[in-house]
Structures are given as structure tokens and as C-alpha cells.
T-cell receptor, first 110, second 114 residues
Framework: EDKVVQSPLSLVVHEGDTVTLNCSYEVTNFRSLLWYKQEKKAPTFLFMLTSSGIEKKSGRLSSILDKKELFSILNITATQTGDSAIYLCALGTSGSRLTFGEGTQLTVNP | GAVVSQHPSWVICKSGTSVKIECRSLDFQATTMFWYRQFPKQSLMLMATSNEGSKATYEQGVEKDKFLINHASLTLSTLTVTSAHPEDSSFYIC??????????FGPGTRLTVL
């Protein structure tokens, strides 16, 4: 059974800090690993990773995948209060099904 | 582009009634749509995969007679929660796939059953 484990479950930091969110997985038929940000409503897409070692970057956010060790990290530098959200890691497998992890609740305090 | 809408955003109903939730892809055609459920402080759990013109594929443990899915067109899928009970209260989210691997999520529907 495909499995996604995120850590930590919850994180509280001050504005300006850098955070690293972890996602490890077990999968039978890997197609992609995706990161989403969820505030009050449905998740919004951040990154999709399919290849090992290639960093994807968008502003202060970046992510990388290690298919050998079966994990991915999401980095956020110079955090802002608007980064407060739940960050979800999802495994994309055959048939475009997504299996989500429990999420990391990030709180950025001013 | 790639906008998905859901209707209604919030619904409160009495126990025993049925509730229909619509999911529309506004600017693309979606051969596949997915329905998720999210309980408070939990992650999204896939309920079913809906393919246009065919029967939905339900995940293990999801009752297909209770959660009726109809994907009548390439831009619309509906989820009907039949004979809803308080334990069905949850946040229901749909997503639509335009043809490549990415999924685009709707804003969600919060269902409260009294």
C-alpha cells in the first residue's frame, strides 16, 4: 500500500526564519511527488517533482526529490506570516491517483 | 487557466436528507475528476475517481450507494450524499485533471449534517 509520511506535524517559527518540511514515502508505482499549500480552503499547487536531484524553485520556496532514499523536502526561506498554512505532500501514482500525507501545520509568528 | 469550481460552498442539512455537490472545470475539459473528503485536522482522503461517461471507481471503505457520483459531461461531476448523517459532516473537495498528471482542486464544500 502506498504511504506518505510528513514531518514535523506542526511547526511554529518567527518571521524571517527558514524552514524545511519533510516528506518520505513508500510506493509501488511512482509517477510524481507533489507539494500543496492549504489555507482555509482547498489545496493550491506548489510543485510537482518527477526526477531526483533537480531542485524546483518558486520565489522563497524550493523543493527537491530523492528517489533513491524515497523522500522530498520543501524549503521556505525568509518566512512571512502569509506562509502560515498546512503543507501537504502527495504521491502521484498510476491512474493519476493522489495519496496525501497528514500535512505539516506551519505557523509563522510576527 | 485551470479553474475548478464547487457548489455550494457550505451546506447545512438535516439528518436523513440528501445533498448534491457540483464540481465544474471552468476553462478546460476534464476526463477525470476526483472526490476527496477531509475531516478536521486530517489530510485529504480520496473517495472516488470519476471518469466521464463511465461508472466511478470507489476507494476501499467508501460506500458507493451512499456517495453517488455522476460525471455526465467533460466539465461537470456531481457527488450526492444520500441519507446524510452527522458522521458525514466533512469538507468535500473535488479535483479535475485536464489530461496530464497535475490535478486542480476546487474550493471545497463544507457539509454539516444536524
Amino acid at each position: 500500500e502506498d504511504k506518505v509520511v510528513q514531518s514535523p506535524l506542526s511547526l511554529v517559527v518567527h518571521e524571517g526564519d527558514t524552514v524545511t518540511l519533510n516528506c518520505s514515502y513508500e510506493v509501488t508505482n511512482f509517477r510524481s511527488l507533489l507539494w500543496y499549500k492549504q489555507e482555509k480552503k482547498a489545496p493550491t499547487f506548489l510543485f510537482m517533482l518527477t526526477s531526483s536531484g533537480i531542485e524546483k524553485k518558486s520565489g522563497r520556496l524550493s523543493s527537491i526529490l530523492d528517489k533513491k532514499e524515497l523522500f522530498s523536502i520543501l524549503n521556505i526561506t525568509a518566512t512571512q506570516t502569509g506562509d502560515s498554512a498546512i503543507y501537504l505532500c502527495a504521491l502521484g501514482t498510476s491512474g493519476s491517483r493522489l495519496t496525501f500525507g497528514e500535512g505539516t501545520q506551519l505557523t509563522v509568528n510576527p | 487557466g485551470a479553474v475548478v469550481s464547487q457548489h455550494p460552498s457550505w451546506v447545512i442539512c438535516k439528518s436523513g436528507t440528501s445533498v448534491k455537490i457540483e464540481c465544474r472545470s471552468l476553462d478546460f475539459q476534464a476526463t477525470t475528476m476526483f472526490w476527496y473528503r477531509q475531516f478536521p485536522k486530517q489530510s485529504l482522503m480520496l473517495m472516488a475517481t470519476s471518469n466521464e461517461g463511465s461508472k466511478a471507481t470507489y476507494e476501499q471503505g467508501v460506500e458507493k450507494d451512499k456517495f453517488l457520483i455522476n460525471h455526465a459531461s467533460l466539465t461537470l461531476s456531481t457527488l450526492t450524499v444520500t441519507s446524510a448523517h452527522p458522521e458525514d459532516s466533512s469538507f468535500y473537495i473535488c479535483s479535475a485533471r485536464p489530461g496530464w498528471n497535475e490535478q486542480f482542486f476546487g474550493p471545497g464544500t463544507r457539509l454539516t449534517v444536524l
